[in-house]
């Protein structure tokens, strides 16, 4: 195997015998072949849509795949392979929708080679040697480490637009042009272009896709369970049976608390679930008790101390410990070798009954809570008193200090960074990065808190709604605000959101704690150039080089 998608890639290069994250070679290989017969879908479905003709199965299987082989998403070799082989299908049916197509519109069909023509094997090893082929060391192999690299960057960042729209789609929001987009990005990957002009050109292409793909996000979200509202959020527990629930999928926590209203379980989000609480369609279950826990990447040490049951949704799982694996549980695209999944019909039954036989918090905590929900409605609506409190020279400037969180040493970079964030100044953060400081202390300025909870990483869109609402209250552009940039990254949603700020023209962007392993030094020398973007350095360095 090679992988050096995630931050936290072994020696800042690249995994080769095991994931960081606890892919075995095997998963890491199926999920390179499930790209490539991805790209395979794409080229068909491509053609097909410039002919009018599109096919639902092939767009949401696409978006399906992709995110799969997201850090931290599939590690189970069995589903990977299932996955890998539904592909051909999908291809296949894609192959004759455009050549159907083809024959309405009265041309002769491409004859096209490479993923379009891949074969799957008949058994696992030919599976895995065809996987081999198919991974990066092969590419830069041909096209070299610069090329290879500004390839993957348009394709991680297509992995993170596609978590987007499988959440969306999964609440009933679509829209056939960004999956013509995403068909369009596979196409173009599959013929491995090598010049890295054209490369730039398509990462920030995949950045204003995935700008429509949060914005399908925001409106199923918001369409589903009503405007995020600045909500008082629990963190620590209450006594009895409990469930808690992580990852990002705001359907299934829906559903789980349907399914519990009454059997005397209380639920509790964990990292990227935090924001749920906001939304006053969930926040309505009296039993949705509170948040347990911090980020993803403490969740062993958090779960085995839970004395309840757990439901992974969605990305950020870790390899479980033998002390929690018979109570937890794997639901959507996530899942763990021999883990128990919940299917698509979302019977949450199983989880409910480990809660019902495990111990549950014998007493309350300490009355402790944190304020979430401050979403670009939440904000934009007492616009008028923020841009009144930066012309009365009361709020000086705006950080925007979010993004993924890790185990990597560094991230303490961030805690330091808000602590030193001066009081006539607001942080804005999102995503599971604000755990670093999301419990401290920061006050208000004139009934403003100084730290306004955006929401999940892909609240980043509210994130740019306030930013664009503020410039135009100032009429000026987003580079001329008092507005800092400040990220953290992890995985390829964080690749994605940050191709969004570039497609839109942010510039002095602060990236860490490390810069990508796929993106070389002369490719980032080209970001710097052109766009700014920068290494975090030190806490109090970096505040002074931006406040002057």
Same mark, same amino acid.
């Given at each position: 195997m090679?992988?050096y998608?995630?931050?936290?890639?072994a020696k800042?290069q690249?995994?080769t015998?095991?994931?960081?994250?606890?892919?075995?070679?095997?998963?890491?290989t199926?999920m390179?072949l499930?790209?490539h017969?991805?790209?395979g879908?794409?080229?068909?479905?491509?053609?097909?849509?410039a002919?009018?003709?599109?096919?639902e199965?092939?767009?949401?299987?696409?978006?399906?795949?992709?995110?799969?082989?997201?850090?931290?998403?599939?590690?189970?070799?069995? *589903?990977?392979?299932?996955l890998?082989?539904?592909a051909?299908?999908?291809?296949?049916?894609?192959?004759a929708?455009?050549?159907?197509?083809?024959a309405?519109?009265?041309q002769?069909p491409?004859?096209?080679d490479?993923?379009?023509?891949? *074969?799957?094997?008949?058994t696992?090893?030919?599976?895995?040697a *065809?996987?081999?082929e198919?991974?990066?060391q092969g590419?830069?192999?041909?096209?070299g480490e610069?090329?290879a690299?500004?390839?993957?960057l348009s394709?991680?960042?297509?992995k993170?637009?596609?978590?987007?729209l499988?959440?969306?789609?999964?609440?009933?929001?679509?829209?056939?042009?960004?999956?013509?987009s995403?068909?369009?990005?596979?196409?173009?990957?599959?013929?491995?272009?090598?010049?890295a002009?054209e490369?730039l050109?398509?990462?920030?292409?995949?950045?204003?896709?995935n700008?429509k793909?949060?914005?399908?996000l925001?409106a199923?979200?918001?369409?589903?369970?009503?405007?995020?509202?600045?909500?008082?959020?629990?963190v620590?527990?209450v006594?009895?049976?409990a469930?808690?629930?992580s990852g990002?999928?705001?359907?299934?926590?829906?559903?789980?608390l349907?399914?519990?209203q009454?059997?005397?379980?209380n639920?509790?989000t964990?990292?990227?679930?935090?924001?749920a609480?906001?939304?006053?369609?969930?926040?309505?279950?009296?039993?949705?008790?509170?948040?347990?826990?911090?980020?993803?990447?403490?969740?062993?040490k958090?779960?085995?101390?839970?004395?309840?049951?757990?439901?992974?949704?969605?990305?950020?799982?870790?390899?479980?410990?033998?002390s929690?694996?018979?109570?937890?549980f794997?639901?959507?695209?996530?899942?763990?070798p021999?883990?128990?999944h919940?299917?698509?019909?979302?019977?949450f039954?199983?989880?409910i009954?480990?809660?019902?036989?495990a111990?549950?918090f014998?007493?309350?905590?300490p009355?402790?809570?944190?304020?979430?929900?401050?979403?670009?409605?939440?904000v934009?609506?007492?616009?008028?008193q923020?841009?009144?409190?930066v012309?009365a020279?009361?709020?000086?400037?705006?950080?925007?200090?979010?993004?993924?969180?890790?185990?990597?040493?560094?991230r303490?970079?961030?805690?330091?960074?808000?602590?030193?964030?001066?009081?006539?100044c607001?942080?804005?953060?999102l995503?599971c990065?604000?755990?670093r400081f999301?419990k401290?202390?920061?006050?208000?300025?004139?009934?403003i808190?100084?730290?306004?909870?955006?929401?999940q990483c892909?609240?980043?869109?509210g994130?740019?709604?306030?930013?664009?609402?503020?410039?135009?209250?100032?009429?000026?552009?987003?580079n001329?605000l008092?507005?800092?940039?400040v990220l953290s990254?992890?995985?390829?949603?964080?690749?994605?959101?940050?191709?969004?700020?570039l497609?839109?023209g942010?510039?002095?962007?602060?990236?860490?704690?490390?810069?990508?392993?796929?993106v070389s030094?002369?490719?980032?020398?080209?970001?710097a150039?052109?766009?700014?973007?920068m290494?975090?350095?030190?806490?109090?360095q970096?505040?002074r080089?931006?406040?002057?």
């Amino acid at each position: 195997m090679f992988c050096y998608q995630c931050e936290q890639t072994a020696k800042g290069q690249g995994c080769t015998a095991r994931g960081v994250c606890g892919k075995s070679d095997e998963a890491a290989t199926l999920m390179d072949l499930l790209v490539h017969a991805a790209k395979g879908i794409g080229m068909y479905a491509h053609r097909a849509a410039a002919l009018g003709a599109r096919d639902e199965e092939a767009d949401v299987f696409v978006v399906e795949a992709l995110f799969a082989t997201v850090t931290n998403v599939d590690f189970d070799p069995d *589903q990977l392979e299932e996955l890998v082989r539904r592909a051909a299908e999908i291809r296949d049916k894609a192959r004759a929708l455009y050549e159907d197509a083809c024959a309405r519109a009265g041309q002769e069909p491409e004859r096209l080679d490479g993923p379009a023509a891949w *074969q799957p094997a008949n058994t696992r090893e030919g599976l895995l040697a *065809q996987g081999r082929e198919a991974g990066i060391q092969g590419r830069v192999d041909r096209v070299g480490e610069d090329v290879a690299g500004l390839q993957e960057l348009s394709l991680y960042g297509l992995k993170g637009a596609a978590a987007y729209l499988d959440h969306a789609q999964i609440l009933g929001r679509e829209a056939a042009d960004v999956y013509a987009s995403v068909h369009e990005t596979l196409d173009a990957l599959a013929r491995e272009p090598t010049d890295a002009q054209e490369l730039l050109a398509r990462a920030l292409q995949v950045g204003e896709l995935n700008l429509k793909a949060m914005d399908l996000l925001d409106a199923a979200n918001t369409g589903a369970y009503g405007d995020p509202q600045p909500t008082q959020v629990r963190v620590t527990p209450v006594r009895g049976k409990a469930i808690v629930v992580s990852g990002h999928d705001l359907k299934d926590l829906e559903e789980l608390l349907k399914q519990t209203q009454g059997t005397g379980v209380n639920v509790y989000t964990h990292g990227e679930m935090l924001p749920a609480h906001g939304y006053p369609g969930l926040n309505k279950y009296a039993h949705l008790v509170g948040n347990y826990g911090g980020a993803w990447q403490d969740q062993e040490k958090e779960f085995d101390a839970f004395p309840g049951a757990v439901l992974m949704t969605t990305n950020c799982l870790q390899k479980p410990r033998p002390s929690y694996r018979d109570r937890i549980f794997t639901s959507g695209l996530v899942a763990w070798p021999q883990v128990a999944h919940i299917g698509s019909d979302r019977d949450f039954g199983p989880v409910i009954r480990a809660a019902q036989a495990a111990p549950g918090f014998a007493e309350d905590g300490p009355d402790k809570s944190i304020t979430v929900g401050f979403g670009h409605h939440a904000v934009l609506g007492v616009a008028d008193q923020v841009v009144d409190l930066v012309k009365a020279g009361q709020i000086r400037h705006f950080f925007l200090v979010g993004g993924c969180d890790g185990a990597k040493p560094g991230r303490n970079y961030y805690t330091e960074f808000a602590q030193a964030v001066p009081e006539d100044c607001v942080i804005l953060t999102l995503a599971c990065g604000k755990y670093r400081f999301n419990k401290l202390e920061f006050g208000a300025i004139d009934g403003i808190p100084r730290l306004l909870d955006v929401g999940q990483c892909n609240d980043a869109y509210g994130a740019v709604r306030i930013a664009q609402a503020l410039a135009g209250a100032f009429d000026c552009g987003v580079n001329d605000l008092p507005l800092s940039f400040v990220l953290s990254w992890y995985e390829q949603k964080a690749v994605a959101i940050l191709l969004t700020l570039l497609h839109l023209g942010v510039r002095d962007i602060r990236l860490g704690p490390t810069l990508p392993a796929f993106v070389s030094p002369s490719v980032f020398g080209v970001l710097a150039d052109q766009y700014n973007v920068m290494p975090v350095t030190d806490p109090q360095q970096d505040l002074r080089a931006i406040l002057g």
